[in-house]
């Protein structure tokens, strides 16, 4: 995705707020959900303000065309809700200016942190912001989500034309296969989808943000905690993952649990051949110790417990 360029910038900022000026403009890595570009802008009305602009990549597109107006109809919503999002400003899918639809909003001030000097409390605060975002209930408000059980449906069924054997692709298909239909045992909630520690931003040790909203979904809140159960095994360890469970669960004690083995099946799918595109950025995050062979040994382990407690 090219990089928008600095005159295209310039009339987004005006259409934004006419008389508001660019004064410059960084492009952030977003991976490959989207291109994101950090706006400085200075106000006619005096004052400078950050902003970002998203325009989602062609996998999140292909997947929901409306992606961009969702993202913004959704946080929108929860930040009118006190939830920790960035307040949306301005959404164009007119395709005037730039042809992928785009929306922008604050800029959080912070950081992700991939190395915590307290690891109990980073723990906390993130099983605090995960229940949190689970207590929101789907309504007319959000009925432009989508429920999770046909994104699960299409990953059981999809055939990769080279099967990752190292993460036992077949074997969880197999066994998905023969579980489903997977059985909401809670009522629908929201789901953010990808609550990982590069999704949080941290500032003087709090939680002030968590960003990336384009796979939020509706559904079983399981299967979003067994997604961050996942990527808290490979950020942090085993203990981790336990200590981050086990204080969600002290805030969602009305929870059925019995079905966590499945979920945790299912969110063990979900890397399928980007294990290595996953481990690439961590010693960029100043976490060379979390490789390739560390995340593969990690899996091998989760989807062991997961068995485990689905046939004791």
Excluded: C
């Amino acid at each position: 995705m090219p990089f928008i360029s600095r005159h295209i910038l310039e009339q987004i900022v005006e259409r934004m707020q006419a008389g508001d000026t660019l004064i410059d403009a960084e492009p952030l890595i977003g991976g490959a959900s989207a291109e994101v570009v950090l706006l400085n802008i200075q106000h006619v009305g005096g004052g400078t303000q950050k902003y970002l602009l998203r325009a989602h990549g062609d996998i999140n597109r292909s997947r929901n065309a409306d992606v961009a107006r969702d993202e913004f109809k959704l946080l929108k919503i929860l930040f009118a809700a006190g939830l920790p999002v960035a307040q949306p400003h301005y959404l164009d899918v007119s395709g005037e200016l730039y042809p992928i639809p785009y929306l922008v909003l604050d800029y959080i001030e912070g950081a992700t942190d991939f190395s915590p000097q307290n690891l109990a409390d980073f723990i906390q605060q993130s099983a605090a912001l995960l229940a949190q975002i689970h207590q929101v209930k789907p309504g007319q408000s959000l009925d432009f989500l989508a429920d999770r059980i046909p994104h699960i449906l299409w990953w059981i069924g999809y055939q990769p034309e080279h099967p990752n054997h190292e993460l036992g692709e077949g074997q969880l298909r197999e066994a998905l296969r023969t579980l489903f239909p997977l059985k909401y045992m809670n009522a629908a909630t929201l789901l953010h989808g990808d609550f990982w520690v590069g999704n949080f931003i941290w500032r003087g040790g709090k939680l002030v943000g968590v960003i990336d909203w384009e796979d939020a979904e509706v559904g079983d809140p399981l299967s979003d905690l067994s997604i961050a159960r996942l990527d808290m095994l490979w950020a942090f360890g085993q203990d981790a993952m336990h200590d981050f469970t086990q204080a969600y669960q002290a805030l969602m004690p009305d929870l059925d649990y019995s079905n966590l083995p499945q979920w945790d099946l299912f969110a063990a799918l979900r890397p399928g051949g980007q294990v290595e595109e996953w481990a690439a950025p961590w010693a960029g995050y100043g976490r060379p110790d979390v490789t390739v062979t560390t995340m593969f040994e990690a899996h091998q382990w989760f989807v062991k417990q997961a068995f485990a407690h689905l046939n004791p």
